[in-house]
Structure formats: structure tokens, C-alpha cells
Nanobody, 122 residues
Framework: QVQLVESGGGLVQAGGSLRLSCAASGRTFNTYAMGWFRQAPGKEREFVAAISWSGKTYADSVKGRFTISRDNAKMTVYLQMNSLKPDDTAVYYC????WGNGSTAEREYNYWGRGTQVTVSS
């Protein structure tokens, strides 16, 4: 079992930055791929970024602006978000993929946090 707790969300002006953190529990964290997803009001949840043994993957909408990283010693995964836009407003979820593939598909992720709200004002 893995428990995930996100933090770092908030209100920021367009062009600003935020860093989200996701603290994990569980002995096998190091073997899991980790992902970030987001859900805007009235929209489906969508993939944002993932990190696995094979590298990092980003949604086209965030490439060049967001960076995913992890600190296995702290059992934490981060999402650095720069040059934020109003369209980035959403609830951001951290997720763990026990298969370690870092897929863009939600169904590959067995464990989810409760989310943290990010609001970008224009």
C-alpha cells in the first residue's frame, strides 16, 4: 500500500510559479513510477507529467514550463510549475504506478492522493 499526500497548491498570478510536493509512504516507493494529473472544473482528469526509471514524460501543454522530479530518500515527488497560465487552474493529483512504467494513462496508476488546488489568476 502507498499513501500519497499533495501540498503546495495555492493562488498565483499568471506568469508566476508554484512547486507541488507529494509525500509518499510505503516501502516500495523507489520502484514506483510517479505521475501528476490534473482536473479542471467541468473537464476530465488529464495527464500532466510522469517520472520513471526510463525518464520523464510531459503533456504537450506543459512542456518547457513544468518539471517533475523525485527524491527517493525523502519519498517525495515534486512538480515545479513555471510560467503559469489561467488554463493551468485545476486540482492536481499525485499518483503511483506500481508497474514502474510512467504511463500517461490513469488506469496504470493504482494509488492516488486527494489533490491540491492550483488557481492561476489573469
Amino acid at each position: 500500500q502507498v499513501q500519497l499526500v499533495e501540498s503546495g497548491g495555492g493562488l498565483v498570478q499568471a506568469g508566476g510559479s508554484l512547486r507541488l510536493s507529494c509525500a509518499a509512504s510505503g516501502r516500495t516507493f523507489n520502484t514506483y513510477a510517479m505521475g501528476w494529473f490534473r482536473q479542471a472544473p467541468g473537464k476530465e482528469r488529464e495527464f500532466v507529467a510522469a517520472i520513471s526509471w526510463s525518464g520523464k514524460t510531459y503533456a504537450d501543454s506543459v512542456k518547457g514550463r513544468f518539471t517533475i522530479s523525485r527524491d527517493n530518500a525523502k519519498m517525495t515527488v515534486y512538480l515545479q510549475m513555471n510560467s503559469l497560465k489561467p488554463d493551468d487552474t485545476a486540482v492536481y493529483y499525485c499518483a503511483a504506478d506500481p508497474w514502474g512504467n510512467g504511463s500517461t494513462a490513469e488506469r496504470e496508476y493504482n494509488y492516488w492522493g486527494r489533490g491540491t488546488q492550483v488557481t492561476v489568476s489573469s
